[in-house]
């Protein structure tokens, strides 16, 4: 007999992170009765990782700015494959989010005259983002948690969630187990809200911890909604490289914000050897140039290093390539040259990256008001996600919406920094109003038992097995995504990828662990191979689908843009047999006012 | 590459004992590495907690050789490897397995806590602040709830006092709200009766192990001391109660 408990909500919230406490939130503040589940702790997930600011055009630095320049930028950023009505409303709505979230005692850094300072950052033509000097991820998840607290959700802390579970074409709620127990949960829900981020554990160099299997894509792929732009995972381009433990972890776009620069190993500023048509207007001529726009003078253009990440990221990978990178494979990243203008250098650099002095102090041993960086790409993003109304967030399975990282859209080929606070808060914000909505008008589900018994049969048999160890089949998959589906992407070796995620398949499903239910770090690593493998291959195949570069996604073997592929995204849906079926969908026609938008702004 | 022998502690309440591993060491690892590495390659069921491995999101709170500190934050190197290093779990919460305890009491005082009250925004919706007011309140807003704070502070360590004393964390959570520019509630009362700020005797432990630096004694318990004792004890404001 199958044990579980129950409980019943009008909207079911599937991650803790920024979207996900943010549609809790709405949908609590909409009458509905709302439950959370999060893999981690309240107020641990990835959000807290997010450093350089909220991207939202509040024009509190520079009055140029407006909602109508951060969308061209968007656009431009995500190479127009950006869902055009998503970047709209999140240029649009931005600021409002921003200024809510002070209104629930966030604290951001000011100007002067006591407004919301904003910084620079790649890809924004102004100083746009809202900012805690670099710990902004943490200000904005604290201050959503400890609002939301008050408001009558539920948070079922440390919980997984297997399957979700439909009812006659509907979500109905989900399945899934506490980790302190092992003990099954089940939760009926009238609309779901997946939050779940990304996918950044199927790669081995990634600033991503544990949580980031994937699941929401995966729920999702599983329950027959579709995805788009699956190709594009967004290599970040300064990632910690030294030493080997600390591999992946993120060093804050602020540092180039700030007036860090890139070099190579004969100190060249690299960054100006490659501008991109498309920024050379918008690119300053000379470092000095560059250096007096990181210090807010209005006349110069930004400096290459805040070029686009997809773009910075290929230019270290091609110094590094090409015998010019940095001792252990990466290239340096220098703030401390800025006493040279500077003179509170030192004091400067430690009030505007406090976190990224203290990392670098205690994790590698090198002073960054002193010493030089060695960064390269880690794995940071994925632009693709659950296809949603760009309005309502919901996908096109009824009842099922998505918010943040786990949806698609936004950004298209490539994110900027520092929209994917501003996603959160914006797209979390309407996930969570249209799920209360679509609770208060849709009655109560029904679920079927034999879902949840097979759920729960499949997730007790490692216990049965004495097989493959699950950390070594995670270990193997990263690498393999790593070196065949990574930044530089070739046809042949994705399609090897493909022949040995089959592989890996198989062997996940011989996976054993040992000891019992309770808090067993194995099992929960055995069952998460699941999402892990689905959005492994789902990458692969749109990859291998895409022939040209874009954004994020580089093919060596097509290496440039093609017009006729750039016309459509990739969708991927699962077909009533359970075969993986990809499709291409053109754009969206882009209305003549927010055409006009774009034009103007090149 | 070399060896450390590690001692861990397995198990639960009442059935855990400290249990041996070696395993190879690199240079730059951290602790929670090697424990990572204990656990893919000889402990798969080991539970510890983890998520960020860079000191942000606070999760992998345990005691190092008996100090209370973050696992991802503490490098091999600055341990004596030649002998065993000690990990077990922290002590003021109740042992869930492992390295696991169960901190949810921390999450359901917070919510005892009266919460932010802006005064109202200015007309277009917006407050004015200046950065110096900023900066008192974000020394408290750094804290990544890693509770070793709770887990240091012998008033909940030793003396298990929970039900009275809501402990460093949460009186810098307090202190947070106290102290914001824009907040008007008033917390002095609950500081008082409910949340036994005088409990704490200002040993400064928690001050001690806070991986954020926090100076939590100094500018966050004693200052809300000191509003407790203006607002309850200041005879003055005392007898202008008593004729209100």
Not at chain 1, 63 to 75: G, L, P, S
Not at chain 2, 116 to 129: E, I, V, Y
Request: glycine fraction near 10%; include cysteine; charged fraction near 25%.
């Amino acid at each position: 007999m199958l044990e579980y408990q129950t409980h019943e909500y009008d909207v079911l919230v599937i991650g803790a992170g920024g979207a996900g406490l943010r549609a809790a939130i709405e949908a609590s503040a909409n009458g509905a009765r709302v439950g959370v589940v999060t893999k981690s702790l309240l107020g641990k997930a990835h959000t807290v990782m997010a450093e350089g600011g909220i991207a939202a055009a509040l024009s509190n630095v520079d009055e140029r700015d407006n909602w109508k320049v951060h969308f061209a930028d968007t656009m431009r950023g995500g190479q127009y494959l950006n869902n055009w009505r998503m970047a709209e409303l999140h240029a649009k709505e931005a600021p409002d989010r921003v200024r809510e979230l002070e209104g629930w005692g966030a604290l951001f850094d000011r100007t002067k005259d006591g407004r919301i300072l904003q910084r620079n950052f790649g890809g924004h033509r102004y100083p746009r983002l809202a900012h805690v000097g670099d710990r902004t991820g943490l200000e904005m998840i604290r201050t959503l948690q400890d609002h939301g607290i008050h408001l009558g959700m539920e948070v079922h802390m440390e919980c997984t969630v297997l399957v979700l579970l439909k009812d006659e074409g509907r979500i109905a709620g989900a399945f899934g187990y506490e980790r302190e127990r092992g003990r099954f949960l089940l939760f009926r829900a009238k609309a779901v809200v997946l939050a779940t981020g990304g996918i950044g554990r199927a790669y081995k160099i990634t600033s991503n911890s544990w949580e980031y299997t994937g699941d929401g894509h995966s729920l999702a792929y599983g329950a027959g909604a579709s995805l788009i732009d699956m190709e594009f995972v967004q290599f970040h381009p300064t990632g910690m490289i030294w030493p080997p433990s600390v591999r992946g972890i993120l060093v804050t776009e602020g540092v180039r914000g700030e007036g860090g620069v890139l070099k190579n190993k004969d100190g060249r500023r690299f960054m100006f050897d490659d501008i991109p048509e498309n920024y050379r207007s918008q690119t300053a001529d000379s470092e000095e140039e560059g250096w007096r726009y990181t210090q807010g003078d209005r006349n110069a253009r930004r400096p290459p290093e805040l070029l686009t990440r997809d773009h910075v990221a290929r230019c270290i990978m091609r110094e590094v390539r090409e015998g010019r990178g940095s001792p252990h494979g990466g290239v340096f990243l220098d703030i401390a040259w800025i006493k040279t203008r500077v003179p509170t250098g030192a004091e400067y650099i430690k009030r505007k990256l406090p976190n990224m002095y203290h990392q670098f102090k205690q994790l590698a041993g090198v002073d960054i008001t002193n010493e030089v960086m060695e960064v390269g790409p880690t794995t940071h993003y994925t632009m693709g996600g659950v296809r949603v109304d760009p309005d309502t967030q919901m996908s096109d399975l009824p009842g099922l919406f998505a918010a943040g990282e786990c949806a698609g859209g936004l950004h298209g080929a490539n994110r900027l920094g520092g929209n994917s606070l501003s996603d959160l808060l914006v797209f979390g914000k309407r996930g969570g109003e249209y799920a209360a909505k679509f609770a208060s008008e849709n009655g109560a589900v029904s679920i079927n038992l034999d879902e949840i018994e097979a759920a729960a049969r499949w997730a007790l048999e490692p216990f049965e097995r004495t097989g493959e160890n699950p950390y070594e089949v995670q270990q193997d998959l990263q690498e393999l995504m790593q070196d065949l589906a990574g930044i530089v992407r070739r046809e042949g070796e994705m399609r090897d990828a493909l022949e040995a995620l089959n592989k890996l398949v198989c062997r996940a499903k011989r996976v054993g662990v040992p000891g019992n239910r309770e808090y067993n770090g194995g099992w929960h690593t055995a069952l998460d191979l699941r999402h892990l493998l689905t959005v492994a291959e789902i990458v692969t195949r749109t990859a291998i689908e895409r022939k040209e570069s874009r954004g994020a996604h580089f093919r060596e073997d097509y290496p440039s843009k093609n017009d006729q592929e750039g016309g459509s995204n990739i969708v991927v849906q699962r077909s009533k047999s359970g075969e993986m079926e990809i499709r291409r969908e053109p754009l969206m026609a882009l209305p003549s006012e927010l055409n006009q938008v774009i034009d103007e702004m090149k | 590459m070399s060896a450390a022998m590690f001692r861990i502690w397995r198990g639960g309440n009442g059935n855990g004992s400290f249990r041996e591993y070696t395993t190879e060491v690199a240079p730059g690892m951290v602790v929670l590495d090697a424990v990572h590495r204990i656990q893919a390659e000889q402990a798969n069921d080991l539970a510890v907690r983890w998520n960020c491995k860079a000191g942000k999101c606070g999760s992998c709170s345990a005691e190092i050789n008996g100090l209370p500190r973050l696992m991802c934050m503490t490098r091999l190197d600055t341990l004596p490897l030649e002998e065993p290093i000690t990990i077990e779990p922290m002590k003021s919460f109740p042992l869930i397995k492992d390295l696991v305890t169960d901190v949810s009491w921390n999450y359901q005082v917070k919510k005892t806590i009266r919460p932010f009250t802006p005064r109202p925004a200015a007309a277009d919706g917006s407050w004015r602040m200046a950065q110096e007011d900023v900066d008192r309140v974000q020394e408290f807003r750094k804290c990544i709830e890693c509770y070793l704070c709770q887990d240091v502070c012998h008033v909940l360590r030793e003396h298990h006092l929970h039900g009275q004393f809501v402990g460093p964390r949460l009186l810098v959570f307090t202190a947070a709200l106290e102290m914001h520019p824009l907040d008007t509630g008033r917390r002095t009362d609950d500081l008082h009766r409910e949340h036994g700020i005088g409990y704490c005797n200002i040993t400064k432990c928690c001050t001690t192990v806070c991986p954020e630096g926090i100076t939590i004694t100094d500018n966050a318990i004693i200052p809300l001391k000191e509003r407790v004792v203006d607002d309850h004890f200041d005879p003055l404001r005392k007898l202008f109660r008593i004729f209100k």
